[in-house]
């Protein structure tokens, strides 16, 4: 990560205590609620319940299978999806953190031009599987 100018933060406050710019410091969490939301597709968890997502899918998160400028291109479209969403100011801030993600995954989708969002309705009647039974976007990052 370090090639883009960031720093994977391992253990918290790793980079801190070595002056590191806080904008380049990628700590787990916010890795993970990035590759939740764009590579597997649920935003909902990286919204709602990271924590327990992470314990329960750490493997499916951080996976020795996946290309590691995966990961930098997940946090990166995450920040830029952050910064973008910060420019309308005071209009939607209270609605950011809500939404930011379900963001992330659907400007992934638009930028590759391959993933389906499958609606709820659709889901819910069986005519489309949910995102995680479907075919994984791990290869459209690989």
Wanted: hydrophobic content about 40%; glycine content about 4%; some cysteine.
């Amino acid at each position: 990560m370090r090639l883009y100018a960031l720093f994977y933060e391992r253990r918290k406050g790793e980079y801190r205590e070595l002056k590191k710019p806080v904008d380049q410091i990628v700590s787990i969490p916010s890795l993970a609620r990035a590759v939740m939301a764009i590579l597997l597709q649920q935003p909902n968890n990286a919204y709602a319940t990271p924590g327990r997502v992470l314990k329960s899918d750490y493997g499916k998160i951080f996976n020795e299978k996946y290309n590691r400028d995966m990961y930098v291109t997940c946090i990166l479209l995450q920040r830029q999806v952050d910064k973008d969403l910060a420019s309308y100011g005071d209009d939607v801030k209270s609605a950011t953190s809500i939404f930011r993600y379900f963001v992330s995954m659907v400007s992934a989708c638009l930028i590759l031009k391959k993933a389906a969002l499958a609606t709820r309705r659709a889901v819910l009647f069986g005519r489309i599987s949910r995102p995680s039974q479907r075919s994984s976007t791990l290869a459209l990052f690989t």
